[in-house]
């Protein structure tokens, strides 16, 4: 299972778009224009928490972004897993649209921290 962030494009002082690949056995899905309005917190600041946190929380911790095109669900497990559920669903709202999903693992400490600082990279 992977995730790709890439293609950034209209990159301005309010919002970031990209793109956004899921992968999985039989699966392969792609959102071509995801926004991130860095007003409302993108998901860099997200990814942040979640790494400071690598004690771990009860519950699931959700992100998505305004259009909901994109949306990451977090949930600790034991052993200090952290399993991130990221949702494509383009055009939300479009009779026929459709919507994909991958969970990814991720130790809760060095390997969250990492993802956190790329995608803080990639956004910037």
């Known amino acids: 299972m992977s995730v ?29 224009e995801v926004v991130s309005w860095r007003r409302d917190g993108d998901l860099a ?32 497990r034991s052993r200090g897993r952290i399993g991130l559920t990221w949702t494509l669903r383009p055009w939300p709202t479009a009779v026929g649209g459709w919507a994909a999903s991958v ?3 991720l130790e809760a400490g060095e390997q969250m921290a ?6 803080r990279h990639f956004l910037g």
Request: aromatic share 12%.
């Open 4 to 32: 790709r962030l890439c293609d950034r494009f209209g990159f301005d002082a309010d919002s970031v778009h990209y793109a956004v690949e899921l992968r999985a056995p039989g699966l392969t899905a792609r959102a071509d």
């Open 45 to 76: 600041p997200f990814l942040d928490a979640l790494a400071a946190d690598y004690r771990g929380w009860d519950g699931e911790r959700n992100w998505r972004t305004d259009d909901r095109d994109l949306a990451v669900s977090a949930a600790f």
């Open 103 to 105: 969970t990814t693992w």
């Open 114 to 119: 990492s993802l956190a600082a790329d995608v």
